[in-house]
């Protein structure tokens, strides 16, 4: 069965994106990098054929881009959103990923999905202790999988994988690091400049 790969991204809106990172380099280049990056992303994951693409939009994003079918996220907390996406994807597999993540590839996907063969949730670890990436094989298994996670922290992938039943068996990805912040911003832009 094929799986489903939601993309979870906001409205491309100065002021309204990236407002950590917009702290250290103004907004309107945190926008920039936003709207830059989710596109790349679409562009890079949204035809793959290994996967049918959604995208998991705030309201105000309803129609950007036009060319994927979308949901709106909606739930009181990140942990909610995130929650009420993974259920309303079709049957199967079905994995999430963050918009503001330049390192993710269709490969690092694909073997995010493989893992789910085996494991009954996958995570993509982040450099900042949260994760990037996150899937699940059964619908069930979101029931309190993200209760009391500290997000934002170094301690919400832990928190997340310590929510996981009992005799419930996870699998991880490459580590990669979302530009949320100047430092990461910083790493990035030096990253891409020795290629």
Do not use: C
């Amino acid at each position: 069965m094929r799986g489903t790969l939601i993309i979870f991204a906001r409205a491309p809106r100065l002021g309204g994106v990236k407002r950590r990172l917009a702290a250290g380099i103004g907004a309107r280049a945190a926008l920039r990098f936003q709207r830059i990056n989710t596109e790349i992303l679409i562009r890079r994951l949204g035809r793959d054929p290994r996967w049918r693409t959604m995208l998991a939009v705030t309201p105000e994003a309803w129609r950007w881009p036009a060319h994927l079918p979308r949901m709106t996220q909606w739930g009181h907390d990140l942990g909610a959103r995130m929650a009420n996406a993974l259920r309303a994807a079709p049957p199967g597999p079905t994995i999430l990923v963050g918009s503001d993540i330049p390192g993710i590839t269709g490969d690092i996907v694909a073997r995010a999905f493989h893992a789910l063969g085996a494991a009954d949730a996958v995570f993509g670890p982040a450099r900042d202790g949260g994760y990037w990436l996150v899937g699940v094989r059964d619908r069930g298994l979101l029931r309190g999988l993200f209760s009391d996670v500290r997000w934002s922290s170094e301690h919400a992938l832990a928190d997340t994988i310590a929510n996981l039943p009992a005799g419930r068996r996870h699998a991880l990805v490459h580590m990669l690091e979302d530009v949320d912040d100047i430092e990461s911003w910083r790493r990035w832009r030096e990253a891409i400049s020795h290629r």
